[in-house]
């Protein structure tokens, strides 16, 4: 027997390892022989699922799907696939950016086309690569291992052999199949159960149903085959978790080996919701049911906290570093301290001697200045106020002295110009997801006595002073469709006299006439671009100005600003036009050139009377915002909107003015003739004091770029049902109805009002 010394032992062992890995990989044929290194994923985006194979022939296509989520802050992923082999190619949809926000997922499809040329038994080692704009090093990695195989050689038919019948296998599917994602998600209606299957092992099951703002719904398991443990998750149309549960403890009576789940939510405004079934430890077969209940009132509260749901509209907020903005005269709505130990941060602008309120309102009510006195249950605020450093306590209060309610409120009147920050927690720091207030900042006028919070106040809190808008006078004219003859220079002179009082900067004036003075003059026949008047005049908050404020102006369709009052008056962006749309459907309000403060989709109908319960609203469109599309041009707009925000299909008659004629690579959407041709229309201006021929608006200035695509809607106008064709564009809202008469078939919505409802919570005169 031949002894070898230890260190003699190990040198011959790891040549013989070296000598097999040599001899693998020279044997073994693959696009890239080693396995892709594996990134950790992040832990605030991933891809699920994670890894993937398929097998395909050269010259053939297969496809992946993962789903991506977002669980860190707003986004813009970038989608890429490396250790891609020379000729092969790879396709996303929608697309190979796609924005997240927040809690956000989107399914996307990875299409893998193999080269021709490909040889069969080669193997490819993708990796499926998302990246932060923001941050490109940030990265979550999907694995898709992709095998070329030769065609199938056809093998004649054979008669088969008479012999015993085999025993037909179980059945694995219900009636409900397929109904495996969002997309293929089957209905069940309020108060109704359904049986169902979890089979094969891994099956999910998805349904949807309409859910009503501010009702209660319970979703529940009331029998579930021995051996399954199922989960419920609920999402919105977004695809954001609202609730999620596994085991539902709290039943009657009790019992703590009972595994079903169950979920009690209130939803928080009409749209479609989905409910994920799936079996916790992705098992199922044939013999595993189940079934499922929509019970239309809410039969006790989820038992645990649901960090989806915890999630407000202005989180993060839970440090003074992250306060939020809230500005004077504001209210931010549906604010929630939730979980337990949760406090909301906000900071705001305080001026020397000014008098402020800022108070907690836990009162449920619905719509605005309508107050009902139920406080909600668990809801006992403390408000504290500090100084600019957001740390030496100013003041604390803990309930309204003398009011009969649990909400809070500071009166505060700054010595020193600055920012202020306030924190607001609950009593115990007991925190869920259904404890939930409204935050007002009240600027009161010099004089005033309603000032601040009392059980009677109305929510709303009234504008003081420093935003008080200046209500222009109307024109001494009338605001009907003009149908007369062009009037005497006489009556230009008396209108020039009128407007120039109104406006609140000369330069307004002189971007409103040069459109809008030949109508209100009555010497063309056309839709507005502005409105027939000057309305309210703010100073409203814009971090870069040297102020820190901007003058504006509203009009019936659109915003003017002044950003600098001292800047160069002969340049053409002295005034600009808002984006207003875009903050309206984003509900992302602009305070500075890329600063935000977050509210709101608007709930305000896009067109036709403003009281229509099913017209869509800017809200409708905020899950179309980030949709870009492929050139379409040629097409006909054929596709339709609801309120839900659910695209359909038009059925009303095809016409040449909704034919497809731009395509805008800018925002990836397409538009109809019809808009085309009003964008570049040409007519009668004013400009440098006399009356001329010329384009009637710079669009992309007036206008802005579509955000989305064209859509019929069914809307009221006027009491009457009416087809009209709405697009959205970042500074208008454009709207064709074809009984129209000519010259207002198409219009400009009143996206000015609108905004100014939105932000204020008032309408304008």
Same mark, same amino acid.
């Given at each position: 027997m031949v002894r070898l010394y230890p260190h003699l032992r190990n040198l011959v062992i790891t040549i013989l390892l070296l000598t097999l890995v040599v001899v693998f990989a020279t044997h073994r044929v693959s696009v890239d022989a080693s396995p892709p290194s594996a990134p950790l994923q992040q832990v605030d985006f991933f891809w699920n699922p994670t890894s993937g194979k398929f097998?395909?022939?050269?010259?053939?296509?297969?496809?992946?799907?993962?789903?991506?989520?977002?669980?860190?802050?707003?986004?813009?992923?970038?989608?890429?696939?490396?250790?891609?082999?020379?000729?092969?190619?790879?396709?996303?949809?929608?697309?190979?950016?796609?924005?997240?926000?927040?809690?956000?997922?989107?399914?996307?499809?990875?299409?893998?086309?193999?080269?021709?040329?490909?040889?069969?038994?080669?193997?490819?080692?993708?990796?499926?690569?998302?990246?932060?704009?923001?941050?490109?090093?940030?990265?979550?990695?999907?694995?898709?291992?992709?095998?070329?195989?030769?065609?199938?050689?056809?093998?004649?038919?054979?008669?088969?052999?008479?012999?015993?019948?085999?025993?037909?296998?179980?059945?694995?599917?219900?009636?409900?199949?397929?109904?495996?994602?969002?997309?293929?998600?089957?209905?069940?209606?309020?108060?109704?159960?359904?049986?169902?299957?979890?089979?094969?092992?891994?099956?999910?099951?998805?349904?949807?149903?309409?859910?009503?703002?501010?009702?209660?719904?319970?979703?529940?398991?009331?029998?579930?085959?021995?051996?399954?443990?199922?989960?419920?998750?609920?999402?919105?149309?977004?695809?954001?978790?609202?609730?999620?549960?596994?085991?539902?403890?709290?039943?009657?009576?009790?019992?703590?080996?009972?595994?079903?789940?169950?979920?009690?939510?209130?939803?928080?405004?009409?749209?479609?919701?989905?409910?994920?079934?799936?079996?916790?430890?992705?098992?199922?077969?044939?013999?595993?049911?189940?079934?499922?209940?929509?019970?239309?009132?809410?039969?006790?509260?989820?038992?645990?906290?649901?960090?989806?749901?915890?999630?407000?509209l202005f989180e993060p907020d839970g440090l003074p570093e992250e306060a939020q903005l809230i500005l004077s005269n504001e209210l931010q709505e549906d604010r929630r301290l939730c979980p337990n130990g949760d406090a909301d941060w906000v900071y705001f602008f305080g001026k020397t001697g000014k008098r402020y309120f800022i108070f907690t309102d836990t009162r449920r009510y619905r719509g605005p200045n309508q107050v009902n006195q139920d406080t909600q249950a668990g809801a006992d605020t403390e408000i504290f106020l500090t100084d600019r450093d957001g740390v030496s306590l100013i003041d604390r209060n803990d309930d309204i002295p003398g009011g009969e309610t649990l909400d809070s409120q500071i009166e505060f009147i700054p010595s020193v110009d600055g920012y202020y920050y306030v924190q607001v927690k609950n009593i115990g720091d007991i925190g869920n997801q259904f404890i939930r207030y409204d935050l007002t900042l009240q600027l009161c006028v010099p004089g005033q006595t309603d000032c601040g919070r009392s059980s009677n106040t109305p929510i709303r809190p009234t504008p003081a002073t420093e935003e008080q808008p200046t209500v222009a006078t109307p024109f001494a004219l009338s605001t009907s469709t003009p149908t007369s003859t062009p009037t005497s220079t006489n009556a230009l002179e008396q209108v020039n006299t009128v407007q120039a009082a109104d406006f609140a900067d000369v330069a307004f004036q002189q971007v409103w006439q040069r459109s809008d003075l030949p109508i209100a003059n009555q010497r063309v026949i056309r839709t507005w671009v502005w409105g027939p008047d000057a309305l309210a005049t703010r100073n409203e908050m814009y971090n870069q100005s040297a102020t820190g404020t901007r003058l504006v102006q509203y009009f019936d369709k659109a915003r003017m600003e002044i950003n600098d009052l001292s800047g160069d008056r002969s340049s053409p962006w002295f005034v600009t036009n808002g984006l207003l749309v875009k903050e309206l459907i984003s509900g992302q309000m602009q305070i500075g050139d890329n600063?935000?403060?977050?509210?709101?989709?608007?709930?305000?109908?896009?067109?036709?009377?403003?009281?229509?319960?099913?017209?869509?609203?800017?809200?409708?469109?905020?899950?179309?915002?980030?949709?870009?599309?492929?050139?379409?041009?040629?097409?006909?707009?054929?596709?339709?909107?609801?309120?839900?925000?659910?695209? %359909? /299909? &038009?059925?009303?008659?095809? $016409?040449?003015?909704?034919?497809? *004629?731009?395509?805008? +690579?800018? @925002?990836?959407?397409?538009?109809?003739?019809?808009?085309?041709?009003?964008?570049?229309?040409?007519?009668?201006?004013?400009?440098? %004091? /006399? &009356?001329?021929?010329?384009? $009637?608006?710079?669009?992309?200035? *007036?206008?802005?770029? +579509?955000? @989305?695509?064209?859509?019929?809607?069914?809307?009221?106008?006027?009491?009457?049902?009416?087809?009209?064709?709405?697009?959205?564009?970042? /500074?208008?809202?454009?709207?064709?109805?074809?009984?129209?008469?000519?010259?207002?078939?198409?219009?400009?919505?009143?996206?000015?009002?609108?905004?100014?409802?939105?932000?204020?919570?008032?309408?304008?005169?």
């Open positions: 097998s395909a022939q050269p010259g053939e296509s297969s496809t992946f799907t993962s789903t991506l989520r977002n669980n860190g802050a707003n986004d813009t992923f970038n989608l890429s696939v490396t250790n891609l082999p020379s000729g092969w190619t790879a396709d996303f949809s929608p697309a190979s950016a796609i924005a997240l926000s927040t809690n956000a997922q989107r399914s996307v499809v990875v299409r893998i086309t193999i080269s021709a040329n490909a040889a069969v038994g080669t193997t490819a080692n993708l990796n499926i690569v998302a990246a932060r704009a923001s941050t490109p090093t940030e990265q979550a990695v999907a694995f898709l291992e992709v095998s070329v195989v030769a065609a199938p050689t056809n093998t004649p038919t054979r008669t088969p052999t008479a012999g015993p019948t085999a025993t037909p296998a179980p059945l694995c599917r219900d009636g409900f199949e397929g109904d495996n994602d969002r997309g293929s998600a089957k209905v069940i209606d309020v108060n109704t159960t359904q049986q169902r299957t979890i089979c094969p092992a891994g099956d999910q099951d998805w349904l949807v149903f309409g859910g009503v703002g501010g009702k209660s719904y319970t979703v529940d398991i009331s029998e579930m085959s021995f051996g399954l443990d199922l989960s419920l998750e609920l999402f919105d149309e977004q695809g954001r978790s609202l609730a999620f549960n596994d085991d539902f403890f709290n039943r009657e009576p009790p019992n703590p080996n009972d595994l079903r789940p169950r979920i009690s939510f209130t939803i928080p405004v009409d749209g479609r919701y989905y409910i994920l079934v799936r079996d916790t430890a992705n098992r199922g077969n044939a013999n595993y049911f189940y079934t499922i209940a929509l019970i239309g009132e809410a039969t006790g509260p989820t038992p645990t906290t649901i960090v989806g749901v915890c999630l407000d600063e935000f403060t977050r509210r709101r989709s608007a709930n305000i109908v896009l067109a036709g009377d403003a009281d229509d319960a099913t017209a869509p609203t800017y809200a409708s469109l905020r899950g179309l915002l980030d949709e870009p599309f492929a050139d379409r041009t040629g097409n006909d707009v054929l596709e339709s909107l609801d309120r839900s925000g659910q695209i %359909g /299909r &038009y059925t009303g008659p095809r $016409l040449a003015a909704a034919s497809l *004629v731009r395509y805008f +690579p800018e @925002t990836g959407h397409n538009i109809p003739a019809i808009f085309w041709q009003f964008l570049n229309e040409q007519g009668e201006i004013y400009e440098r %004091g /006399r &009356y001329a021929d010329g384009p $009637l608006v710079n669009w992309p200035s *007036v206008v802005g770029y +579509p955000l @989305t695509e064209p859509y019929w809607v069914r809307v009221q106008v006027g009491g009457v049902s009416r087809d009209v064709l709405v697009q959205a564009f970042e /500074r208008r809202v454009l709207t064709y109805t074809p009984g129209n008469p000519p010259g207002w078939q198409v219009e400009m919505g009143n996206v000015g009002r609108h905004y100014y409802e939105w932000r204020y919570g008032q309408s304008l005169p």
